[in-house]
């Protein structure tokens, strides 16, 4: 199971991190992990992929509409994987979710929610002033 941490509430303009652990300390560095994200009302958007330590060395990928904003990182010793999202608008509200197939690389369908077998619970993140 997945785990994410960091969400809450942020002030429009600001930054926000969030991180995606294994729960039961399975290691995520081999495996590509994506983020997504689900406002209300809304269907599960990607937002971004790394691919795997043993594929193409953490290759990233970004929602078009969100890439200048965003910087998705993995630290190999704590076997974690980050979202950084700067410039945060109230449009960014929304649960965050990581996500696995347990594959090495994103692949071109890696934003679509239905690739992915392994989810975590979703972290609210509130932006607003």
């Known amino acids: 199971q997945l785990v994410e941490s960091g969400g809450g509430l942020v002030q429009p303009g600001g930054s926000l991190r969030l991180s995606c652990a294994a729960s039961?300390?399975?290691?995520?560095?081999?495996?590509?992990i994506a983020w997504f994200r689900q406002a209300p009302g809304k269907e599960r958007e990607g937002v971004s992929c790394?691919?795997?330590?043993?594929?193409?060395?953490?290759?990233?990928y970004y929602s078009d509409s969100l890439k200048d904003r965003l910087l998705t990182s993995r630290d190999s010793l704590k076997r974690t994987v980050s979202l950084q999202i700067d410039s945060v608008e109230p449009e960014d509200t929304a649960v965050y979710y990581c996500?696995?197939?347990?594959?090495?690389?994103?692949?071109?369908?890696?934003?679509?929610?239905?690739?992915?077998?392994?989810w975590g619970q979703g972290t609210q993140v509130t932006v607003s002033s």
């Open positions: 996500a696995t197939d347990l594959v090495v690389h994103c692949g071109s369908r890696w934003a679509t929610a239905q690739e992915y077998a392994h």
């Open positions: 039961f300390g399975f290691s995520l560095n081999y495996y590509a």
């Open positions: 790394i691919s795997g330590s043993g594929g193409t060395g953490g290759s990233t």
